[in-house]
């Protein structure tokens, strides 16, 4: 049961009145448009909604997209990473996969038991069949290494952003005979009269409004509410004025109008905000994400503003944040040697999520950007602007740790090279907000339940829009991976509903 569902319920014990949200929309008295299934949002899950919709002949799919590109979203801002199981990338590359279960339980791990289990085990369970139907469909994966999972499942999909998901599955939408509806904003969810069911969208396009009736379901996939400055500040307290690399028009939209209708949500507090992100425009709140985690699988160590190591350094950026945040650390710091540091650039493209590799060695050279470069560690901490004798204790405990090959602090796993010799590097990174983890709550049916814990007929979400599936953290490769497998679920499950 969640907290807001708790307070209704608290208040009907006072007064046991019926709950009908003041601001559902009812029937209008006349229908523009009528299609099967209604898809809000154009990123990865929207698309994989509407195309697994129209494949499994639920008659005609509208996608709605309030952008004028499909190109606006976080599934763009991303890089595309994709954690799966039992797929044909594994096959291909020699893993031996132990199976969807083992995989379920690496996420419940990650989320720290937080995790709607039913969503859990419907994303692990059906994570490869859809990284295997991407590639009958083009997109070709290898493996990339994540500490988080016990053998090789986080997919790389050849490129560095999560745009081809987008390209390819727009081309499918189209084939299929999907009418994808661009610059066309979803307003309103309308419901029938005791606001028990969905029957329809009211949409504006071209300032003009549109009222689609909808017969077998509607599925909000508007992604969630990163990029929107003031609703982090809301929800995220521990984040307060966190910088942002998630889609401006990541604005809450479809959470928003399912709340209207008296919606429940679920973990709306918990959010992956990364712990190293590099601020790029600090007046907009924009930033990008430093991928400090990765590069401690190359011998790199975090610390704190108090200039000592708070975690295991290869521990995914959003379980670091959250660590960061109870430690109060307003600035996190990524230490590494030129080995540790050519070591990653050598086997990992991608250093900054949006900046080619290139633009990161430029960033390198920039005595005013986030990287500093020192022959030692006193001459780091200096520019670092960290208490040299504390960092100077810090080194000398971890090259310690590195001589007996054991991690006493934190058992780090990956522990490749001393800091006895310079040059180092220096990273200044600043929390930045990519994901939301928490959103609407989906029931057993997976439509989505209202404040009383009921199904509110056709209503359904996914990606970012729905909350559970990653508990109060997440493993790489996850977001997208559950944002694509649970849309494509949703799609061949909304397409066997029967009509209104």
Same mark, same amino acid.
């Given at each position: ?41 154009? =990123? ?64 419940? %791990? ?14 692990? +369970? ?35 952003? !999560? ?95 399912? @709340?209207?209708? !008296? ?20 007046? %907009?709140?924009? !930033? ?33 944040? $959250?660590?960061?945040? @109870?430690?109060?650390? %307003? ?29 990161? $060695? ?6 005013? =950007?986030?990287? %500093? $470069? ?79 814990? $009921?199904? *509110? ?12 599936? +990653? ?14 497998? *649970? ?14």
């Amino acid at each position: 049961m969640s907290l807001s569902r708790r307070l209704f319920i608290s208040s009907a014990a006072v007064t046991p009145t019926v709950f009908l949200p003041a601001s559902a929309a009812l029937a209008p008295k006349h229908w523009d448009t009528e299609c099967a299934v209604l898809v809000i949002g154009g =990123g990865a899950a929207g698309m994989s909604a509407a195309v697994s919709a129209a494949e499994a002949g639920a008659g005609k799919v509208i996608l709605l997209e309030k952008n004028v590109t499909l190109f606006q979203n976080s599934t763009t801002y991303s890089n595309g990473l994709f954690s799966a199981a039992n797929t044909k990338a594994q096959v291909r590359q020699g893993v031996k996969d132990p199976g969807a279960e083992v995989f379920a339980q690496e996420i419940m %791990k990650s989320g720290h038991g937080f995790n709607d289990k039913h969503l859990v085990e419907i994303f692990a +369970h059906n994570s490869g069949e859809t990284i295997n139907w991407l590639e009958d469909k083009g997109i070709h994966f290898k493996l990339v290494p994540n500490p988080a999972f016990g053998v090789l499942r986080m997919h790389h999909n050849g490129t560095e952003s !999560g745009a081809i998901y987008i390209e390819v599955l727009s081309k499918e939408a189209k084939r299929l005979g999907v009418d994808i509806m661009l610059n066309t904003k979803a307003l309103e969810l309308v419901t029938n009269d005791n606001a028990s069911a969905v029957i329809g969208v009211v949409a504006s396009s071209k300032e003009k409004t549109i009222n689609i009736k909808v017969t077998k379901g509607v599925i909000i996939c508007s992604g969630g509410f990163m990029g929107s400055a003031s609703m982090i500040d809301k929800y995220l307290l521990p984040f307060r004025g966190a910088v942002s690399c998630a889609s401006p028009a990541s604005t809450g939209d479809g959470l928003l109008m399912a @709340q209207k209708i !008296g919606a429940d949500t679920f973990l709306l507090d918990q959010g992956a905000v990364y712990c190293y992100g590099v601020p790029v425009d600090l007046s %907009k709140r924009r !930033g990008l994400i430093f991928r400090g985690n990765v590069f401690g699988i190359y011998g790199s160590i975090a610390v704190g503003d108090n200039g000592r190591r708070f975690v295991a350094d290869e521990l995914g950026s959003a379980g670091a944040g $959250k660590i960061a945040a @109870q430690h109060g650390f %307003k600035h996190t710091y990524i230490l590494a040697t030129e080995a540790q540091l050519q070591d990653f650039m050598a086997h990992d493209k991608s250093q900054v999520i949006g900046w080619s590799q290139d633009k990161f $060695k430029e960033e390198l050279k920039n005595p005013n =950007g986030f990287a %500093k $470069k020192a022959n030692t560690i006193l001459e780091l901490a200096s520019k670092l602007s960290l208490d040299p004798k504390t960092l100077e204790e810090t080194i000398n405990r971890y090259n310690g740790f590195v001589k007996k090959n054991h991690d006493d602090d934190f058992n780090r796993k990956c522990i490749k090279g001393d800091f006895q010799k310079g040059p180092f590097y220096g990273f200044i990174c600043q929390p930045v907000a990519m994901a939301n983890l928490g959103g609407l709550h989906a029931g057993k049916t997976m439509e989505i339940v209202d404040v009383y814990n $009921k199904p *509110i007929k056709h209503l359904y979400a996914a990606g970012e829009a729905i909350g559970g599936v +990653h508990g109060d953290s997440y493993a790489g490769g996850d977001s997208i991976g559950a944002s694509i497998t *649970i849309g494509r679920y949703l799609g061949k499950l909304v397409a066997k509903n029967k009509s209104i």
